[in-house]
């Protein structure tokens, strides 16, 4: 049997490799068009020409210096012995800023393959690349490929299979400057330093050797030690007096620079000199002034468009769950069924389940507009324009990218915390990212907001989003208040070229999404629906024919007092918001089957709701107060689960989830209270 070859594929952010890890395996791992998808590294195989591959899509990094979470799980992986070829996927229309990386991963000395991405991009702009020369000064293969085209798949994986147990090719530089170094090391070595810092690795060298034997990858081991790699230094102590007296970091980060512009100019031809597309577009979108009111104008269209097309599309949804749950009923009343098994069918699962799936056309037009503004680019703007903000509340714009990608769902938001340096940062983001309206609240914004507030709804769910950005920034200004840095990290964020959205990706995307919203209504939802029957349906005595003596109406009442403040004070809304905790859908669910309304959703649903719901004193108002709750409070039990496998804390993670519920209960009653004064 063949021996599993493990490839790794490895890259500045938003480069095209998870694009590229797709079209290989098959997988769908998400992709986008902005910084901080790929958060830990997944895994894939396939097999080439009877070869069995073991593929690893690392997170993107900028350089093998171990300052991030992505670049520590990046480097430690490539650092292994399992790795037998790494394939550096590069942007070539940007391949200046992409070679760094190159660099640093030719002199970790495994065996590298050059993978030219995007060379669609570097066509359409009239530029060229010579494939000839450009190996020549890399000793490494350089093969063109286009990810979202899927060209140059076949010669890509060749070249790895050919190169997996190979050196360096050999090296044709020509350099302006005469070296005196006593080794010529321009006939082996890519990239070579002063004579200055080639003495000196020279000497580290033979010093790593005497302490530790006889390393592997000793020149990379000797430039970290120059650098003063805090992970190097801590864990091969090394004498080092009389060869190192600083950090010589600043020094090799130019001069590999210096190299880059010497490939630059040998290898890359017909590069525009007039402004680019994206240039332009951006004069605009990442104006200092205008880009905030930019942003919300295009959040705002993208409500609009969840609400007009959603809601057209929902009519027909409603009709085909009306027509199925009429079969059911139907069905079970020709069976015999008990009344119990009738009640617990029709009042708790179909009310509870239908009610959720009702709202899929909102939750697919809201995931399709998101998919097309990453994959073009434009979300990493938001972060880029975000940063003077984030900057005043002590943390970096980059530190905006986990609380955009909570819009979609919280879980991913606080996992992509890892792109920040500072455990504090991280600790910060991981708090507040929560107070981002994911997906799963959309459905009770569009139900009580069309309940309560008619031709204003739109505007109503849209002021969810933009006050839990508002909650998130106030929260963490406090914050910073208690913990103070005398310095803020500046934002380092690519702004990738804005490109047509690849309609397969989007389509992966999307449809990930979806399946993901119809998995929980056939589990965490439908076990929810019944458990809420069950506490609603029985009490001491058993059955009840009266909710208000079931064991969810004491449960409730013991709540009522502290609800009250906030205008929440009713148990049926105190039971749907502890049911929330599984899952934000599970509230909608939850309110269908605690007043027996076999699908809320709908037009007559939703005037029965809202006439209950005003027998009990419950009005607009109680409505606002109820969504923001909805938004602020503790997340479902999936995110706190990541919070905890993240923060490694179960002290930070139960602070976490009840000070998220001591926020939502605060500002609840701030904005009930304001509006029985206003109104």
Known sequence: MKELTHVAFIGNPNCG??????????????????PGVTVEKKEGSFSYQGEKIRLVDLPGIYSLTSYTMEEKVSRSYLMGDEVNVVIDVADASSLERNLYLTL???????????????????????????????????????????ARQKR????????????????????????????????????DIVMVYSDEIEDKIDLISERITEAYGELPNLRWYAIKYLEQDQEILENYPLDLSGVVDRSYETDIINEKYDFIEEIIQECLVGKSEKAQFTDKIDQWLTNRIWGVPIFLGIMALVFFLTFTVGDWL?????????????????????LGTGPVVQSLVVDGILAGVGGILTFLPNIFILFLALAFLEDSGYMARVAYVMDGIMGMIGLSGRAFIPMLLGFGCTVPAVMASRALEDPRDRLKTILVTPFMSCSARLPIY?????????????????????????????????????????????????????KTPNLHSIAIYTWEKVEDYLRKAGTTIFVASIVIWVLLNFGVSGMVTDMSQSFGAMIGRLLVPVMGPAGLGYWQIVVALISGLAAKEVVVSSMSVLFGISNAATHSGMGQMAAALAGVGFTAGNAYALMTFCLLYTPCMAAVATIKRETGSWKWTVFGAFFQLAVAWVVAVLVYQAGRLIL
């Open 17 to 34: 490799k998870t694009t590229l890890f797709n079209a290989y395996t098959g997988a769908r791992l998400k992709v986008a068009n902005w």
């Open 104 to 146: 640093q991963l030719i002199e970790l000395g495994k065996p590298v393959v050059l993978a030219l991405n995007m060379m669609d991009i570097v066509e359409e702009r009239g530029m060229a690349i010579d494939l000839h020369r450009l190996p020549e000064m890399l000793g490494v293969p350089c093969i063109p490929v286009s």
């Open 152 to 187: 140059g798949l076949e010669i890509l994986m060749h070249a790895v299979l050919h190169h997996k147990d190979k050196e360096l090719d050999a090296l044709e530089h020509d350099h302006p400057y005469e070296s005196h170094h006593h080794h010529d090391h321009h006939k």
């Open 314 to 334: 929902k009519g027909y949804m409603e009709q085909g769950i009306e027509g199925v749950s009429a079969v059911i009923m139907n069905g079970l009343a020709a």
């Open 446 to 498: 569009v139900l009580f907001s069309q309940m309560f507030f008619g031709r204003y709804a739109m505007l109503v769910a849209y002021s969810m989003y933009v006050l839990g950005i508002v909650v998130a920034i106030i929260i963490a200004l406090i914050m910073n208040q208690f913990t103070k840095k005398k310095e803020i990290n500046s934002l380092l964020i690519e702004l990738p070229e804005y």
